[in-house]
C-alpha cells in the first residue's frame, strides 16, 4: 500500500515553460487536494477534487489547472511557469467520512520542491 | 469563513522542557481539529485528531483537547527531545473535501 505518490520530487522550471505534477493515491479516496507551502504561510489550498470528475478551486488557483479523470489520480498543471509558482507542492488524499467521532484524515505526499527562474 | 491562527514560531527549548503551541479556530459547526507534524525533508503526517468538542487526541505523549467554548486546540507535550524538532501544523476539516491549515510552528529542542 502505496498510500499517495507525488512525482517528479524536485524541479526547476525556466519562466513561461509548462509542467505537470503527478499525483496518485491507491486508497480509494473520493478526495483530493492540492496545496502549495511557502515560508510563514503554512499550506494553501490550490484546487482539490470530490470524485472523478468533479474539482473546484481553492484559495490560490491562479495559474493552475487540475482534473481527474479517475478516483487515483490528481494531475496539477502549471500552465505558464512565474517565480510567484517557486514553492513546494504538496497532493493530498482524504478520507471521505465526516462527522463526530468519524474517521477522518488527510495523507500527504512526500512533496514537489519547484524552483521557477 | 474558516480558518486556523497558532502560535509563530520559531519556539526553541531545552530537551525535557514542556510545550505548548497555540492553536485557535474560527469556523461553523463542530469541524474536526488536527496537528500534523513535519519533519525535515518530509510531506505531513498526521500527530492526533479529535472530531468532537472536549475529545482529547494523544500520540507520542502529544496531548490536544478539542475546547468549543474557547475555539482552541492546543498542542502539550511534558518533556520534549531533541527528535521532536519539526514543523507543525495545527488544521481543521472545514468540509468533507477541504482541510485549513495554521502558518505552521517551527520547534528546535536543544540537547
Known amino acids: 500500500n502505496a498510500g499517495v505518490t507525488q512525482t517528479p520530487k524536485f524541479q526547476v522550471l525556466k519562466t513561461g515553460q509548462s509542467m505537470t505534477l503527478q499525483c496518485a493515491q491507491d486508497m480509494n479516496h473520493e478526495y483530493m487536494s492540492w496545496y502549495r507551502q511557502d515560508p510563514g504561510m503554512g499550506l494553501r489550498l490550490i484546487h482539490y477534487s470530490v470524485g472523478a470528475g468533479i474539482t473546484d478551486q481553492g484559495e490560490v488557483p491562479n495559474g493552475y489547472n487540475v482534473s481527474r479523470s479517475t478516483t487515483e489520480d490528481f494531475p496539477l498543471r502549471l500552465l505558464s511557469a512565474a517565480p510567484s509558482q517557486t514553492s513546494v507542492y504538496f497532493c493530498?488524499?482524504?478520507?471521505?467520512?465526516?462527522?463526530?467521532?468519524?474517521?477522518?484524515?488527510?495523507?500527504f505526499g512526500q512533496g514537489t520542491r519547484l524552483t521557477v527562474v | 469563513g474558516n480558518s486556523v491562527t497558532q502560535m509563530e514560531g520559531p519556539v526553541t527549548l531545552s530537551e525535557e522542557a514542556f510545550l505548548t503551541i497555540n492553536c485557535t479556530y474560527t469556523?461553523?459547526?463542530?469541524?474536526?481539529l488536527f496537528w500534523y507534524v513535519q519533519y525535515p525533508g518530509e510531506g505531513l503526517q498526521l500527530l492526533l485528531k479529535?472530531?468532537?468538542?472536549?475529545d482529547k487526541g494523544s500520540n507520542k505523549g502529544f496531548e490536544a483537547t478539542y475546547r468549543k467554548e474557547t475555539t482552541s486546540f492546543h498542542l502539550e507535550k511534558g518533556s520534549v527531545q531533541v527528535s521532536d524538532s519539526a514543523v507543525y501544523f495545527c488544521a481543521l476539516r472545514s468540509s468533507a473535501s477541504k482541510i485549513i491549515f495554521g502558518s505552521g510552528t517551527r520547534l528546535s529542542i536543544r540537547p
Open positions: 469556523a461553523t459547526g463542530y469541524p474536526s
Open positions: 493530498a488524499s482524504i478520507t471521505s467520512f465526516t462527522g463526530q467521532g468519524a474517521r477522518t484524515e488527510a495523507f
Open positions: 479529535a472530531t468532537k468538542a472536549d
